[in-house]
């Protein structure tokens, strides 16, 4: 029977306290809790009771879980050792739950002992299983809620290398601040030879990004700082140097790179291929090869994101295009797109297939991305005063050697790294980017076709990039603010990781330190 059934739909931190009968219900004041419980559990007529709380535990995807009132578990749980007598039972409610006759139904059916929630209709009953050593995930998701930030870092071992997501508490908006919603952030080949560890050292400790993953990621302002002059509901581009793989960012503008392009007639997705892929093709065509009407462009592996943007630029310029790509499906869809010569840039037969296209003059304009042994055939096919301009980092990257008889006829050579560039000139991209915008805004510069995943689907989106069975640039999707942080990847065969640190509360006897021990 239920004598008194008390609720107020706003007291989220308010602990209600049964047996058969509703005992009481006091604020949550941990010291107020205890000194009352004690009371209580003195009374000897008195030998069953049920604590009832709201958002204390995680059920489902959707539950917001208060920590203050896991924490009250937390003291139930000792009270429930000290008092052996007495009989506790736990239940946990799901915030605004205010049905007085749905909670008076649910009350008879808590069993004396355990721990327990009720979620649409169903009592669930807590419990410890056993760990496996082989268990694929340890889940410990979180919802993306306002308070949350949720983010993609380098992860795994020297031996097994991978990503994780990071869930952190959203920073304090300050008045040179502002807080921008991701709504697209794209990847790169770069994020992927980070997770894999496959760049040196020497190859990102002078960039930008260095080891964060992402480089550039659109969204809208959704606070601004007073001392900011951004406005709420603005739409950006931006990068920041921890990365651009994240739900939200909080950051003084000044420490991010931030292009107001809001005004453009181009969804969110498409304003997120831009930076990367055209301030590198705009530079290296426009500023370093200097591209002239009528001249030759050969693009290497031009279905990628660079390459669309090298193809958009290059047809502007009025160049003749000769393109790569690396299966008959993309070579097929670089014809359709208007390209007449397309070649194989897996096969070192396209030296030989460029040289009959040019009737044996070569090209003026090499936009390369290909290593070793493609890289020299590259090389042999610029003409006297043409230009050379590599993007990729393998070689360059290992530090390999090429053959400099092939600059003997006033060739030049060009490297180009955007990351290094952020770093060191800002002003630089900036201003190249300044350049380019009346360009999209008249349409000559098309945005890049896109393949978008949502943010749970990360690791096919990078096995994708990482493969380059991709046409154009893959996008990470982050407005859907109901997908979870996925479960921590399994790192090894030990619960615990020698990498991380781990907080144990309670770590100078019993539980607490037979983990420590482990």
């Not at 919802?143 to 930030?149: K, L, N, V």
Request: net charge neutral.
């Amino acid at each position: 029977k239920i004598d008194h059934v008390f609720y107020e739909q706003n007291s989220k931190d308010r602990l209600f306290i049964y047996d058969q009968t509703l005992i009481n219900l006091i604020e949550s004041d941990s010291l107020e809790i205890l000194n009352h419980l004690q009371n209580v559990l003195k009374d000897q007529q008195l030998k069953s009771f049920v604590i009832v709380t709201f958002g204390g535990m995680q059920v489902n995807d959707h539950d917001y879980v208060q920590p203050c009132i896991s924490a009250i578990w937390g003291l139930i749980r000792v009270l429930r050792n000290e008092h052996r007598d007495k009989s506790l039972a736990l239940l946990d409610l799901p915030l605004g739950l205010s049905n007085e006759q749905e909670l008076k139904a649910i009350l008879p059916k808590i069993p004396d002992e355990g721990d327990f929630a009720y979620r649409n209709g169903s009592l669930y009953h807590l419990s410890l299983t056993k760990w496996e050593k082989h268990s694929q995930f340890l889940d410990f998701s979180l919802p993306i809620r306002p308070s949350y930030t949720v983010k993609a870092e380098l992860g795994g071992t020297d031996d097994r290398p991978d990503f994780t997501w990071i869930t952190n508490v959203k920073p304090k908006i300050e008045d040179d601040k502002i807080e921008i919603k991701i709504e697209y952030a794209s990847l790169n080949f770069k994020d992927y030879l980070k997770i894999r560890r496959a760049l040196p050292d020497k190859s990102i400790s002078n960039t930008y990004y260095k080891n964060s993953l992402g480089m550039e990621a659109s969204g809208v302002v959704t606070k601004a700082g007073l001392l900011t002059d951004f406005r709420v509901n603005e739409r950006v581009i931006i990068g920041h140097p921890d990365g651009t793989l994240v739900n939200k960012i909080v950051a003084k503008p000044k420490d991010m790179t931030v292009l107001r392009w809001g005004d453009l007639d181009l969804t969110s997705a498409e304003l997120t291929t831009i930076p990367i892929a055209y301030v590198t093709s705009y530079y290296a065509l426009v500023k370093l090869a200097r591209v002239k009407s009528g001249e030759s462009v050969l693009i290497h592996s031009a279905t990628g994101a660079v390459g669309h943007a090298a193809i958009s630029i290059a047809s502007s310029c009025n160049a003749r295009i000769i393109a790569t790509a690396g299966s008959a499906k993309k070579r097929k869809y670089l014809r359709n797109l208007g390209v007449k010569h397309v070649f194989d840039s897996r096969s070192i037969n396209f030296e030989t297939d460029v040289m009959r296209v040019t009737k044996g003059n070569g090209v003026d304009v090499v936009l390369n991305f290909l290593p070793g042994e493609l890289m020299e055939a590259t090389l042999r096919l610029v003409r006297p005063f043409g230009r050379f301009v590599e993007i990729g980092k393998a070689d360059i990257g290992n530090n390999k050697s090429m053959p400099l008889e092939c600059f003997e006829h006033n060739m030049s050579y060009h490297a180009v790294d955007i990351d290094f560039m952020l770093l060191n000139d800002q002003q630089l991209y900036y201003s190249i980017c300044e350049e380019m915008k009346p360009y999209f805004a008249s349409g000559l510069f098309k945005p890049i076709p896109t393949q978008i995943y949502t943010q749970e689907k990360l690791s096919e989106a990078l096995s994708l990039v990482g493969s380059g069975g991709h046409i154009g640039k893959v996008l990470v999707d982050f407005t859907n603010e109901d997908i979870l942080a996925p479960p921590l990847r399994r790192q090894n065969d030990n619960l615990f990781c020698s990498e991380k640190i781990y907080l144990i509360t309670g770590g100078t006897r019993g539980l607490g330190l037979e983990k420590i021990g482990r």
